[in-house]
């Protein structure tokens, strides 16, 4: 099941970003007592009763005022509404029912998505009794929480999850196919690669209706493999969102890298790395899935002989958490390159699905711990025993030890190092988990 993903709205100033950080257990969203402060979207992984899912914190929605600032904020959370499994609408209960939360109240009903009317602030009795005017929202029972206190957090999330059992995934899965999710900014020629590689004398075996946004996974075959390229005509197609707002594309990635196996991560050649780039890749990282940079319009560069190395160790330097991650340098408009791109998914995804033998991995271990030695701590060693693989996708390693304290990161990096080195592991993030024996 694909991780589902709770947005919280509500009018500037109601403490969504404390919930955020409450929900999250992290401060990560800016938390200030002024309106606006927080602009634009912020999201991070959360659990709760062993439920995995996605929280996104959006600005304020104003309504009635026009301000480019504002206006884009709305935007924002519009996206964030048209993606969100669950909605978490935000009220203030000092303040009582103002006309901002009926109007967006009136948005949500709208809809048909579960809606969560929760009322923040409610730390006094005093408080407490403005509740009962929040159900002529007409979005139910209210849930009186304080954001800041840390009350009722837990009866909040019990009811967000209750709601995870109902979401239906609108699209089939084909369990033989290899995922590929085209992700990246707008206007980097995410459509115009997918139509490249499509243009070719394939055989197009379906198309499969994707997500709520009227998305569709286009499955092809070549030489007796399938390929599904997720969430295509969500790509393809206009959204009915203004796609110049350039929060949509990291919002527009979580599902898509969540169902894939294999990211194709566009770069625009001519504007280079920027920090949306890295805020995209990113997340297609933590979610630990395979990862393949294409860089896209490499026919505009005014090119020499460095001028590909030169470009390739910049991407390093902006990129160096997927190190990695295969280059590709491209050209939709030319075709340059484009027949290479499935061939890439297939090593890449080879590469993520790799599983070696436990005696194959205990042999390696005796041999790079003898070349340098595990390290020690106020005269304690450590002292690594047994490894093994447990799982794929991504390639999973377990480390048995005396003292999982003993093993600092540098080592730690230096068995990865290692692991790819002896066994490949290319184009694919590794996780190495260390317990005590």
């Known amino acids: ?10 009018r500037p100033n109601v403490g969504k970003s404390t919930l955020f950080n409450r929900i999250v257990g992290k401060r990560i969203a800016i938390v200030e007592d002024k309106p606006g402060i927080t602009r634009d979207r912020i999201y991070a992984d959360a659990e709760w009763l062993k439920y995995n899912f996605t929280v996104i914190d959006t600005g304020g929605i104003e309504t009635g005022k026009k301000d480019t600032i504002i206006e884009q904020t709305k935007a924002q959370a519009e996206i964030a509404i048209e993606t969100a499994d669950v909605i978490l609408f935000m009220v203030d209960a000092r303040d009582g029912v103002v006309a901002a939360d009926e109007e967006i109240a009136d948005r949500l009903r709208k809809t048909f998505k579960p809606v969560i009317l929760v009322v923040n602030k409610v730390d006094t009795k005093e408080v407490m ?60 020629g995410k459509s115009s690669i997918l139509n490249s590689i499509l243009g070719e004398e394939r055989v197009i075996v379906s198309d499969i209706p994707g997500t709520t946004r009227d998305a569709v996974d286009t499955v092809f075959e070549l030489d007796g493999e399938r390929f599904a390229f997720i969430d295509t005509a969500g790509i393809r197609k206009k959204s009915r969102v203004n796609e ?7 919002l527009r990635a979580l599902k898509a890298i969540e169902r894939s196996d294999v990211v194709l991560m566009i770069l625009d050649a001519v504007e280079g790395v920027t920090e949306q780039d890295k805020k995209i890749v990113g997340y297609a990282h933590e979610a ?15 090119k020499d002989h460095r001028t590909m190395d030169n470009y390739r160790k910049v991407i390093r330097i902006e990129m160096p958490f997927i190190q ?24 890449a995804a080879d590469q993520y699905s790799m599983r070696i033998q436990t005696g194959n991995l205990n042999r390696f271990l005796d041999d790079i711990t003898a070349m340098v030695e595990p390290p020690s701590d106020r005269g304690r060693k450590l002292k690594i025993y047994y490894i093994t693989q447990p799982k794929t996708k991504p390639p999973t390693f377990l480390l048995f030890v005396n003292d999982p304290q003993l093993m600092h990161f540098s080592y730690k990096r230096y068995i ?8 490949g592991l290319e184009a694919t993030p590794i996780k190495i988990l260390v317990r005590k024996r």
């Open 288 to 302: 630990g899935r395979a990862i393949i940079l294409v860089v896209n319009k490499w026919d505009l560069v005014k």
């Open 129 to 188: 009794d403005n509740i009962y005017s929040f159900y002529g929202l007409g979005l139910g029972e209210p849930i009186a929480i304080s954001a800041s206190q840390g009350l009722n957090i837990g009866d909040l999330l019990d009811e967000t999850v209750k709601h995870f059992g109902n979401i239906k995934e609108d699209y089939v899965e084909d369990e033989d196919a290899i995922k590929i999710a085209l992700i990246g900014r707008p206007n980097v």
């Open 244 to 250: 110049s707002i350039e929060y949509y594309s990291v």
């Open 324 to 347: 990695y991650a295969p280059i590709l340098f491209v050209s939709a408009k030319t075709r340059q390159r484009i027949n290479r791109i499935i061939d890439l998914v297939k090593f």
């Open 416 to 423: 990865e190092n290692q692991l790819r080195a002896s066994f």
């Open 1 to 10: 099941m694909v991780k589902p993903i709770v947005a919280i709205i509500g």
